[in-house]
């Protein structure tokens, strides 16, 4: 029986081989994943993201208790920020959420950010494919940051939220702004803190200038204490009554198509760059620019354009 | 006489309008950029990053202050984070370190992070060449933001410095264990702050663990205030024993060669999903996926590996 297969019907060990497959980039796990893709489409999936220091990791833990007792099979993708130069994940997934560790329903993957060339947000769809196989009826994202790419990864999830936290810098203000966009929900934790309620004030001002309306879903900021479990069944339901807007509004069929468009030119870029990187290095090429780019005798823009025509004679005007 | 002429006679007016034309993804931008090229390589980069909250654009702010001082030409790229939907930047230029702003030797730039599919080291690199060429002696990056792109960007500086800032949660200590790698000088912000110390002393004995040893750079922890300008002549000495270090260390070559070969990759890949665009959408092959992706017909995996043969003939074994 292939990886697959093993997969679909719900086999644990099978999917976490598959991850590492994919990780390591053998070409077999291609091979598995076209065969997952027609029987995915099933799960909902949830980003959490905000600055570092949130406590976005408790809280994730706390919803997924939540999700277990209505007894929902909980995937947790989360991103950790990482060496560059070891590559390894900094929070392992054995230190994390250690309560649901011998819970079958609950299924968790660190990812590793990786280097400039390395796709993060297509590790985390081909992550969450495999969950979404398994089986998984809620997939967590959570990602630390809030960078190019996990804004990028948000874009993902069915509903977000974001998560805020009293007392931190001017930068915040900044990042609330951009972050306002791709926020479903808004989530003040650590909401003992002081300062808590002027960040949820703020943050509903923020919220009002963009003029709610009846036929268009206006974010709640809620009030979270992760650590003690404050809010969180509150918030579960929000999400869940995101989940039934966004399902029964007109947007999801351009979100679902946009999703895949995104996941069909991510896979698309990396192969190109890898075909491109394997047909450099017969000849190579690539050792031949950077010593004419040294010597300051060649320009990568020209460098590129006389490789690119080469490698895709069909596609230059 | 071309932009790129006028940017090399050191008109301020003609590099902006450059970078403009970058940001639009001007054809003849890639043009004037070439012409550049070779008459770059002179400016010194130095990379400022950490978590929201730390300070950084504040000492930012003063180190250009400080770097003026010694009558060097100060460029400084700030990587804002940013609504992913309107694409604009939060913390404009205009609001930024309004005390340089009639300083004909300084240049200020913010990027925006893009869209999935922009690459933002691509950006920086291509706006840190502009400001090169306009003859700015010292070019500061400044990143907010702890993901992945923002390593990347922080590859690109000579010398890195990480701000910390005492008092943020437990993702901060995930944070300093990857960040360690990347810094070239530790500097804990806000050092009047409660736990200013105890920050300090878990850093430095976090770098204490990596051996130190006479042959390569052992980095130090500094502390500062950037508020009141505490500590900001010392950091810039450090800047500068790490760049005389740096100089004339082997690892140099190295770093510059790892350099061009990132910046010629990212544009490799770029343009080469540019070209894969405009081939696809002759033929609404696009659309024609994402259909039959919507409907399971047809998987992402697959339909990459079909196009690609087809775009790129010569590099298919």
Same mark, same amino acid.
């Given at each position: 029986?292939? &990886?697959?297969?093993? =997969? ?9 081989? &598959? ?8 070409? /077999?796990?291609?091979?598995? &994943? ?5 029987r995915t489409g099933k799960a909902y999936i949830i980003g959490i993201t905000g600055p570092p220091g949130a406590g976005k990791s408790t809280l994730v833990d706390q919803l997924t208790a939540s999700f277990r007792k209505q007894e929902k099979k909980v ?15 900094i929070l392992g997934d054995r230190i994390r959420m250690n309560r649901h560790s011998c819970d079958e329903g609950v299924f968790i993957r660190s990812l590793a950010t990786r280097g400039s060339l390395g796709g993060l947000s297509r590790s985390t769809s081909?992550?969450? &494919? ?20 996990? =804004? ?9 939220? =974001? ?9 915040? /203000? ?12 808004? =989530? ?69 198509? /946009? ?18 990187? /394997? ?39």
């Amino acid at each position: 029986m292939s &990886l697959a297969e093993q =997969v679909l019907e719900g086999n644990i060990r099978a999917a976490a081989r &598959l991850m590492r497959d994919i990780d390591d980039g053998r070409p /077999q796990a291609i091979e598995e &994943l076209k065969q997952l893709y027609p029987r995915t489409g099933k799960a909902y999936i949830i980003g959490i993201t905000g600055p570092p220091g949130a406590g976005k990791s408790t809280l994730v833990d706390q919803l997924t208790a939540s999700f277990r007792k209505q007894e929902k099979k909980v995937g947790v993708v989360a991103i950790d920020p990482t060496s560059p130069f070891t590559g390894g994940a900094i929070l392992g997934d054995r230190i994390r959420m250690n309560r649901h560790s011998c819970d079958e329903g609950v299924f968790i993957r660190s990812l590793a950010t990786r280097g400039s060339l390395g796709g993060l947000s297509r590790s985390t769809s081909d992550v969450a &494919l495999v969950m979404d196989a398994l089986g998984m009826d809620i997939i967590i994202i959570e990602t630390v940051g809030v960078g190019q790419d996990e =804004v990028d990864i948000v874009k993902e999830a069915h509903t977000t939220c =974001v998560v805020m936290v009293p007392g931190l810098g001017d930068d915040i /203000q900044a990042i609330k702004a951009g972050i306002l966009e791709i926020g479903d929900i808004f =989530v003040v934790n650590k909401a003992d803190r002081e300062g808590a309620d002027r960040t949820a004030r703020e943050l509903s001002t923020m919220l009002d200038m963009r003029h709610p309306a009846e036929d268009r879903w206006n974010p709640k900021v809620m009030k979270t204490e992760a650590q003690r479990g404050t809010g969180i069944d509150e918030l579960t339901s929000e999400i869940l009554a995101h989940r039934d807007f966004f399902l029964s509004s007109g947007t999801i069929h351009d979100f679902m198509r /946009q999703r895949k468009q995104r996941h069909f030119l991510s896979i698309l870029r990396d192969t190109m760059l890898e075909k491109a990187m /394997q047909y450099m290095a017969k000849s190579n090429y690539l050792e031949g620019i950077v010593t004419g780019m040294s010597a300051h005798e060649i320009d990568p823009y020209s460098a590129v354009e006389e490789i690119v025509a080469t490698m895709m004679p069909g596609c230059i005007d």
